[in-house]
C-alpha cells in the first residue's frame, strides 16, 4: 500500500510534468482508502440516517477548483484542499449537535479504518513478488525516442528523491 501510494502522489505526477507524456497509469499494490462502517443500531439510537454521514462528510472534506496559470507546454491547476489529514480527524466529523448541544460525531456511530479498494489482479517482477509498477502513456505525434529519454531523465531524479524520504 506504502509503494503504491509513493507511485500514485509522488512518481506519477512527476512523470506527468514531462514533456509529450498524456498519462500515467499505475499498477500493482493495495490502492489505499478510508473506510468507514456504520453500525446500523448505532445510527437508529441516534435517528441518524446514511444520508446525515455523507452529507457531514462531504461538508468536512470538500476539494474545489480555482483557476489555472498556462505557461506552455505546462498548466498548472490551484484547488482548495479538503481538511482531512487522518483516520482520526473522519472520526472527529460532527454528523449533528444534540438539542443540549451535545455533538454526535462518525467515531459515535461508526467504526473508521484504513483498507484498500478491490483488486482485479496484481502485478509480478521475475520472481521477486509482487511490485508497483506503470505505463507511460505519450502524447499523439511525439518523437517517442525523445519522450522516453525525457521519461528516464525524470524517472531517475523521481527515484532519488523517494529513497531521500
Not at 477548483?65 to 466529523?93: C, H, M, Q, T, V
Not at 460532527?94 to 502485478?123: C, E, F, K, Q
Request: aromatic share 8%; charged share 25%; with cysteine.
Amino acid at each position: 500500500m506504502e509503494l503504491r501510494s509513493i507511485q500514485d502522489w509522488i512518481v506519477r505526477r512527476q512523470l506527468l510534468g514531462t514533456k509529450g507524456v498524456a498519462d500515467v497509469a499505475s499498477f500493482g499494490g493495495f490502492l489505499k482508502q478510508y473506510e468507514i462502517a456504520l453500525d446500523p443500531d448505532k445510527l437508529r439510537s441516534y435517528n441518524i440516517g446514511i444520508a446525515d454521514v455523507f452529507k457531514a462528510l462531504e461538508k468536512n472534506n470538500q476539494n474545489t477548483g480555482g483557476a489555472y496559470i498556462d505557461k506552455k507546454p505546462n498548466a498548472w491547476f490551484i484547488r482548495s484542499e479538503g481538511l482531512i489529514n487522518s483516520i482520526d480527524d473522519i472520526g472527529k466529523i460532527v454528523i449533528y449537535n444534540t438539542d443540549g448541544g451535545i455533538p454526535i460525531l462518525i467515531r459515535n456511530v461508526a467504526d473508521v479504518r484504513l483498507g484498500h479498494a478491490n483488486r482485479y489482479g496484481a502485478m509480478t517482477y521475475n520472481d521477486e513478488g509482487e511490485v508497483v509498477g506503470a505505463i507511460t502513456l505519450m502524447l499523439k505525434g511525439e518523437n517517442s525516442s525523445a519522450v522516453v529519454n525525457r521519461v528516464k531523465e525524470r524517472w531517475s531524479k523521481s527515484k532519488r528523491h523517494c529513497l531521500k524520504e
